[in-house]
């Protein structure tokens, strides 16, 4: 993934509750805009090409170069709690019960994993599925194990929580290292009580043969959740849970089975819809509208008009002129 279209888009990372979508930690924008000016655009100068390309994507011009506000973190807490699959019911409730009382310091989701049978996999994980909770906390190591003592209370069978450099977070949630084919969907969720948590066993928990690969819930909230100082169009996230499936489409039959069940995913989850799109996770063709609230996507098409009125730039989720 690039850093250009996630910062764009919104940019929920592991620090997300502590520190807020990566897009309002951008403090400069370098990019050339259609009329084929380079111009540096932040609080000072361009300020209203500044405020759009902070979640607004990127119909506004071709970024050369962004730059962000640095957080100073030397190491975290973090891991993943691995349980058979068949253990879903108990562990996702656990987890979901126990995520909205943890301090904005703890990010942490809540995950089915079907790992392939791929050869490049360790042995341990290659063709296994899991129920498992990951997590990363800004804090000492003894106060993140007296947080997660009521999940490791469940007896994991697999425990890889240790002290990490910031950089060790990249490897977290196990994402294929290599580009690989991926189809996904998303929903944004005001909440995950327990109905909530039995739709989602009945969809794609255990018993289940399903093309997806991974089906998570990310924990929100938290600076997520308030609104941003000198934010761009998003300053917070409406949702307290994010869903995201995601299958790899090796050839038409298993894309359609992947449709399938997402599209049944989303409409169990659909009580609990927060009725925004986050766009960095929005695959398929979505209005744009719908991940801004209106007064601000109206700001972002009058921005639009004025610096792209004739549409050069092609966005993968455009804002059109107004
Ligand atoms: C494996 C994987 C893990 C992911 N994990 C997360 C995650 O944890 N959190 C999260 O928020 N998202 C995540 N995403 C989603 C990701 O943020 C989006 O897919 C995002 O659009 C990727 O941007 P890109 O630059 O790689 O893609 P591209 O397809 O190159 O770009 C997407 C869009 O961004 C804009 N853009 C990109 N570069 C420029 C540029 N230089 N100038 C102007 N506009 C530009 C364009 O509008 C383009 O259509 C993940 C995606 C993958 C594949």
Redesign the pocket.
Known sequence: ??I???S??????WLARRHGLACNSVVAAE?VTADGELVRADAESHADLFWAVRGG???F????ALEFALYPVESLYAGALFFPLERAGEVLHRWAEWAPGTPEELTSVGRILRFPPLPELPDHLRGRSFALVEAAFLGEESAGTELLRPLRELGPDMDTFSTIPPAGLAEL?M?PPQPVP?QSDHLLLSGAPPQAIDALLEAEGPGIETPLLSVELRHLGGALGKPAEASGPLAQLDGEFLMFAVGIPMGPEVAEAIEHHAGDLRSALSPWAAGRAYL??AERPTDTETAFPPEQFRRLQEIRAQYDPTDL?C??HPVPAC
């Not at 764009?8 to 990372?13: A, N, P, S, V």
């Not at 011009?61 to 050369?64: D, F, K, L, R």
């Open positions: 993934m690039g250009v279209g996630y764009l888009g919104g940019g929920i990372g990019m994507g990127g119909s011009g071709a970024i050369t949630h994402d991926g960095n996770f730039f966005a993968n």
